[in-house]
C-alpha cells in the first residue's frame, strides 16, 4: 500500500531579478520582474509502507525542498501530493502524527536540559499515553545504546550521541514515516555506522518507511532498499542498487592480473583491455545475464595460467555509480524500471 | 495549545534558564538600572520644571509604569519569538515549527516564553504602586476593574506590536531595522501624548494605537478627562492582537509559498 | 607599513555597511523620531513655564546635536567582542600580528565614517529644514570639532572597557543595559545636565559620560565658559581610561590563556 504518493510534482521559487550594471541596483529596486526556478519539476513516484528509499541528488537538485513539501512545510506550485491518503500542507497536524523528521544540521532537542527532558515534552506535544511513551523510551534507550547519556544535557553530548537522540526523538510517537535530511553529516565513521545498523533494524522491526536524503552514498548502500536520483529537479533514476549498477553498466567487474614475466598479449571474447603495463593488466568484464561464471572461465583459460602473481577483481564503488549516473542519467533521458 | 502543555513548557523554559542562573541575575540588575535611568530622567525633568502637559511627577510615574508594565507582560510572551524570527528563517529553524501536531504560532510563542521581564515587572510595579499612594485618586472596584481589564488590553497591544515586527520578517526577510525603528517610536509614549502636534496624535491613536497602552486609561483613572468613551479603550488591546496574529499567519503562508 | 592594513579594516567596515544601505532611511528616520520627540517635550515645558527658563532655539539645536553625536559614538564596539567570545573566535583574531585595539578601533572608525555621511549628515539636513539649527559662533566651531573627536575616542575606550570587563562575565547582557542607564541620564543626551538639580550635576560633572553628548552640544552653544579646560578634562579621562584598559587588557589576556579559550 502506498503511503507516499506524488505526481507530476512541481515546485517553483520565485525570486526578484537582479540586474547588472551601473544602474543595476537602481533597477532592481523598483522593478517587478521575477526570475522563476524550478527546484522540483514534474516529478512522480510513489512509496510503500515499510519502504526503505534514499533520495539523492547533488548540491541544489531540490532534495530538501521535496522533503518539505512531503512534511507539509511547503507548499507545491502544481501536481498532486498525498502523505497517508492525505496532502500534507492542507492537513499538516494530521500528518505531522504520521510522520517522525529528522534535520541532520539542525537540533530538535532542548540545548541546555537532559536528553530525556525533550522526550517528556514531545509525550505531552503528541499526547503519548504514559505507558506507550515509557514502553518506547526504554526501547529506544537500549536500541541506541543511550543509556550512559538520556540524562545530561544535549550541549555535552558527542554530535553522534546527539544523532541518536534526534532520531529517537522522531520516533516516539510511532509515526509511520521516517524523514531525515542528511543524518549522518558530520559525524566519525564509527558514529555513521551506529546510525545506519539502527535505522536499518527500526526500518525492519517497527516496519516504518524511510526516507532520507544524503551526500553519503554509504548511507544508501546500508540502509536503503531503493533509491530515486534526482538532478536539475528531475527523478533521473528510481530503482534498486542492482538495477543501477546494470544501468551504468557498473555491474561489470574489473580484474586486474600481475605476471611475473610480461606474457605479451591477451585477449578475451568478454572483457575489454583497459591497461597494459606489460606485467601488469586490466580488464574490464562485461556482464552478460545467465553467464555469471564467464570471468573465472575466462581466466583459467589464460594460456600461462602459472606465470599469474595476483589477481584482483573490484566491483565498482558506489560513489563511481553514483558519479556515473548523475553523469550519464542527466544527459541521456529519464530511466526508470 | 492546552494550559497543562504550555506549563509545561513554561517549566522547562525555566529549567533551562536556571542553568545560567548568574547570567540571569546579573541581566537583571542591569535591566532594573536601565528602566531606573528612564524614570530618573524624567523625574530630573519634572525636578526642575514641576509638570509637563499639566502632569506632575506621580503622574508621569503613573503613565510610565503602566507603558513599562504591560510591555514586560506582552513581550513575555511575543519578543522572543518575533525577534528571532529572522534568524530562523535564516537558519531554516522556522521548519521545526511547522512539522508538530500544534499551531505553529503557539507552539511559537510556548518554546521561546521568556522569564527575562522579571526586572522590568519588579520596577514598574514598585513604582506604579508608588504613584498611586500618591495621588488622590477615587480608587473604588469599578476602577479597579476598568484598571486590570486596560493593563490586559495594553499588554495585548505591546505584545501585538511585536508580532507585527515578526510578520514583517516574515515577508521580507529582513526584520532588525524595523525592530530598532519600533523601539525608538515606542517610547513616545512615555509622555503624554498631548505634548505632540495634533498629526503625532492622531497616528498614535488610529494607525498604531500606542495610546490606547497608557495614555488613555490614565487620563480615565486620573480623571484628567471625562469622557465615557473612554470606557472603551479594554477592547482596543485584545482587537488588535487578533488582527496581528492574523497579519502573522498570512506572512507564515507566504512563507510556505502558498501564495506565490 | 601597519597603517595601511589598518586602513584596509577600516574600509572593509565602512563597506560592510554600504550592504546594508537599504536600511539607511529606517536609520535616518528613526533620528529624526528621536529629535522630534525631545522637541516636543521641550516646546510643551517652554509654553507652560512662564519665566524665561528655556530658550527654544537653544533646545531644539541642543537635541539635534545630541541625538547625531549618538551615532558618531564607538561604544558599540563591546557587541564585536560580545559574539567572538562565545563562539571563540577572539583566540583567531589575537593571533593576527597586528594590535587587536588598534584592529577594533579602526573597525569602528569605518562604521563611523560610514554613520556620518550616511545617517548624521542628512539626518542633519532633514532636521535643518523641520525645525531649524541655530548657527554656532566662529570661536566655538574649533573646540566644538575638537570635542566631537574627544567625544568619539572616549566612547571607544568605554566601550572597549565594557568589552574587557566582559571577558569575566562572558556576556554583555548586563554590562549592556547598565551602560544604557548611565549614558541615558549622565550624556545629556535629553536632559542638558544645567537643567539637572545640584547633586546630580555634580555627579554628572566626576562621569566621562558628559563627554559623549553634552559637552559637545555645550561647546557649540557656546554654554561652557571654558571649552578648552573642559576638553584637557576630557584628555585627562582619556588618559586614565586607557591605563585602566591596558591593564585590564593584559589581565584578560592571561585569562584567557588559561581558560586555554
Sequence with gaps: MAIIQINQLVKEYRTNKRFTGSFGLIKSLFSSEYVYTRAVDGISFSIDAGESVGYLGPNGAGKSTMIKMLTGILVPTSG??????????????????????????????????PVIDSFELHKHIYNISASDYNNRVNQYVELLDMASFVHKPVRQLSLGQRMRAEIALALLHHPEILFLDEPTIGLDVIAKHNIRNFLRQINQETNVAIMLTTHDLKDIEEICDRIIIVNHGQAVFDGDIY??????????????????????????????????????????????DGEENSLMRSIMSIPNVEQIKDISIEDMSIEEIIHQAFVNLTQNSKIRV | MSVKLFIHFLKIIMRSRMEYRADFLLGMVGQILGYAANYVIVWLLLNRFTSIEGWAWPEMAFLISINVLTYAIGASFTYSPMLNLEQLMIKGDLDKYLIKPIHPFAYLIASYFNFGYIAHILISAVLLIWSLGNLNVHWGVFEFTYFLFTLLSGSMLQAGGLILIGSWSLYFMKSQFMGDLYFKIKDVINYPISAYAGVIQVVLTWMMPLAFINYYPALYLLQKEENTSLLLVPMVGPLFLFLTIVVWHRGIRQYQGAGS | MMM???????????????????????????????????ISIWKSLAANSNDNMINMSEMVTYSIITTSVMNLLMTRVYQTIDSKLQSGDICSDLQKPISYPWYLFFEQLGTVSFQLLFNVVPSILIALLLFGVQLPEASHIFPFLLSLLVAMVISFLIGYLVALIAFWFLTTFALNWTLGALMTIFSGVFVPIWFFNPYWAKLASF???????????????????????????????????????????WKAIKRLIVQGG
Design chain 1, 80 to 113: 498532486d501530493i498525498q502523505v497517508d491518503g492525505k496532502v500534507p500542507y492542507r492537513n499538516r497536524k494530521e500528518i505531522a502524527r504520521k510522520i517522525g523528521v529528522v534535520f541532520g544540521q539542525r537540533s530538535q532537542l532542548w540545548w541546555d536540559l
Design chain 1, 243 to 288: 538495477h543501477l549498477k546494470k544501468e551504468i553498466g557498473g555491474i561489470n567487474k574489473q580484474v586486474t592480473i600481475e605476471f611475473h614475466v610480461d606474457p605479451g598479449e591477451i585477449a578475451f571474447p568478454n572483457a575489454l583491455l583497459i591497461c597494459d603495463e606489460g606485467v601488469r593488466k586490466k580488464f574490464e568484464f562485461i556482464h552478460h
Design chain 3, 207 to 249: 562621569l566621562p559620560f558628559q563627554y559623549l553628548g553634552y559637552i559637545p552640544s555645550a561647546i557649540y552653544l557656546g554654554k561652557l565658559e571654558q571649552p578648552y579646560l573642559i576638553l584637557i578634562q576630557g584628555c585627562g579621562w582619556i588618559a586614565s581610561l586607557l591605563f585602566v584598559v591596558n591593564l585590564l587588557w
Design chain 3, 4 to 38: 595601511k592594513a589598518y586602513l584596509a579594516y577600516c574600509g572593509k567596515s565602512f563597506s560592510k555597511h554600504i550592504s546594508y544601505r537599504s536600511e539607511v532611511w529606517l536609520r535616518i528616520f528613526g533620528n529624526i523620531v528621536i529629535m522630534f520627540i525631545q
